[in-house]
């Protein structure tokens, strides 16, 4: 081997302005903390530069970064909707490297799934993680500055520099508690603004049985066995360092975060929430069967409240429960294994114990019919389900590989029909498609043209009055007013998407219909959302994501689309 190289790098994640949120991009503080774990002091240079934090697009700081500091790493995340960004603007991020010896890696959901697209339209030099990047970007960066050997390095794809051709490595998992614990230095800016900030006491997923869940980033076969919890003595020092660091809010990043046998989270919560700062309020991710399950019997419930207790006890303030449907053939469809009654139960439970919930929810699918979406709508406005779904005009993804997407294709074959009607778009990773009740591809092109309309302003309006204390809008009265026209909204666009069907069964048009009940809400909720907005605080309102949805809510259109 030669002479380790001086080694500057910077850690990049790019931001795409269709997901306007204000936070941390924790994959991107968890493999800074594995680079500074693994070489001390042999780092000359670690520069973090999280763009979802910024709010921007622009990869201009990046390279003025690049050109001033010598950067001779580059670490490119990719998360959802940047592929475009990538392959618009890294010819600038590679002009500002080139004429010096250089490592290029791209990591993150994108590069996972796409890596050898990446390899032949933006970069044949770079190197691609899949998945997990803690065990293989240190040992990458090791090989690359000593002139060593890659073979067994897990979880790279490249080009070999002879043939040319595609080398794969194999996939491996890394044991949570072996890479030390997340960077956290660049996090005080990110607070300073209201961003979200992140803890991960967990990954993978231990249902992974829902068809429309494209698993492969935090597992590798989308199995329940992958799932791996972080000790809770690791999780502890993190809180610790973020407490030290002023942050009293977090959310944990974990897709599940009860996952698992009831005696296995019973021990992990009563080892961590005990020991959890009273000063410290939290939010989480969790399966409907993790609140409340109907094959519980009592004594299995009454200790399943008892741990909710707990951790509410000891800062439990939010819990994103995916519901995705309250249609039981729809739910079926998804495979999410619990009923509508379950998910309502699983909700009032956790009001009753004091939690703010948000419930994830899929309208419309491939395969729906408006009977479906109907019931599901209406239960969920009668049983208050409704004001607090994060989204009410979702469509599902068909993402690539996904189990869902053999079942369209299995559809096809068998009703002799067309439903994909083009290619993937590389952004969200997956397909476009028609509806097979035409109904419903009537209802989704109407409702479509509202959604452009709404999402600007309501998509920031949910993201920056979601956290607390500590959150964009500082739970202030424009906030907490915020919040309440939020719900109204919700109600009113249930109602308008059911009138709309109504009027398809009559062959009647539901534009105006669905104008008439959500021009007029959604003025209330762009006013509203003004004057949360101005009423925060100045830092936070010269954000660029603060300044979009000001604009945007300031210059909506008065007539309907």
């Known amino acids: 081997m030669s002479q380790p190289k001086s080694l500057s790098v910077l850690l990049l994640n790019l931001f795409s302005q269709k997901y306007p949120a204000i936070g941390e991009s924790h994959g991107l503080s968890v493999v800074a903390g594995a680079l500074r774990e693994s070489f001390g002091d042999e780092l000359a240079e670690l520069y973090v530069m999280d763009m979802v934090a910024q709010g921007n697009e622009s990869l201009d700081q990046a390279v003025r ?12 995340g990719v998360p959802y909707g940047t592929y475009q960004i990538l392959a618009d603007h890294f010819a600038e991020l590679q002009e500002s490297i080139s004429g010096r010896d250089a490592l290029v890696v791209f990591g993150g959901a994108l590069p996972t799934y796409l890596g050898s697209r990446i390899l032949k339209e933006i970069s044949r030099e770079a190197f691609i993680i899949q998945g997990e990047a803690e065990a293989a970007l240190p040992l990458l960066i090791k090989a690359w500055s000593c002139g060593g050997d890659t073979a067994s390095i897990p979880n790279l794809l490249h080009l070999d520099p002879e043939s040319g051709e595609e080398v794969w490595h194999p996939r491996r998992l890394v044991n949570l508690d072996d890479h030390g614990l997340p960077y956290r230095d660049h996090l005080p800016g990110i607070h300073q603004v209201g961003g979200q900030i992140f803890v991960e006491t ?37 809180i610790s360092t973020l407490l030290d660091l002023g942050i009293s809010e977090v959310t944990f990043a974990d897709e599940d975060f009860l996952g698992t046998s009831l005696d296995e989270v019973e021990e992990f919560v009563r080892a961590l929430a005990p020991r959890l700062p009273g000063s410290m309020d939290f939010g989480a991710s969790c399966t409907v069967h993790s609140v409340y399950s109907r094959r519980d019997d009592k004594e299995t419930d009454q200790r399943r409240q008892e741990l909710l207790q707990l951790l509410v006890k000891s800062g439990l303030k939010r819990v994103f429960l995916g519901v995705e449907s309250c249609s039981p053939s729809q739910l079926k469809r998804y495979a999410k294994g619990h009923t509508r009654e379950e998910s309502l139960l699983a909700m009032r439970r956790l009001q009753e114990l004091g939690v703010r919930v948000e419930v994830g929810v899929i309208l419309l699918d491939p395969l729906c019919t408006l009977d479906e979406v109907e019931e599901s709508l209406e239960f969920m406005s009668e049983t208050g ?56 591809g009537e209802l989704s092109r109407q ?49 308008a998407t059911v009138a709309a069907i109504q009027e398809l069964r009559r062959d009647g048009d539901p534009g105006p219909v669905l104008g008439r009940i959500i021009q007029p809400s959604l003025a209330r909720l762009a006013s509203q959302l003004q004057s949360a907005l101005l009423s925060a605080d100045e830092s936070v309102r010269n954000h660029p994501v603060v300044l979009r949805a000001l604009a945007d809510s300031r210059n909506l259109p008065p007539e309907a689309p």
């Open 65 to 76: 970064m690049i050109r001033e500091n010598g950067v001779n790493v580059l670490v490119v």
């Open 385 to 440: 389900m409704v004001q607090v779904a994060s989204g009410l005009s979702n469509e599902l993804r068909l993402q690539n590989s996904s189990t869902y997407l053999r079942m369209v294709h299995r559809y096809q074959q068998e009703n002799s029909v067309t439903l994909i009607n083009g290619e993937m778009d590389a952004d969200t990773l997956s397909f476009p498609y028609r509806f097979a009740d035409s109904r419903v």
């Open 447 to 495: 409702v479509s043209k509202w959604s452009a309309r709404v999402h600007p302003v309501y998509y920031p309006a949910k993201n920056l009055s979601r956290f607390g204390k500590a959150g964009v809008l500082r739970a202030s009265e424009a906030g907490l007013a915020l919040r309440a026209e939020i719900e109204e909204f919700r109600l009113q666009y249930a109602k």
């Open 202 to 238: 967990s990954r993978g997923c231990s249902w992974s049985s829902c068809t429309f869940c494209l698993r492969g980033l935090t597992d590798i076969s989308g199995r329940s066995t992958e799932y791996r919890r972080r000790s809770p003595d690791l999780v502890l020092q993190d």
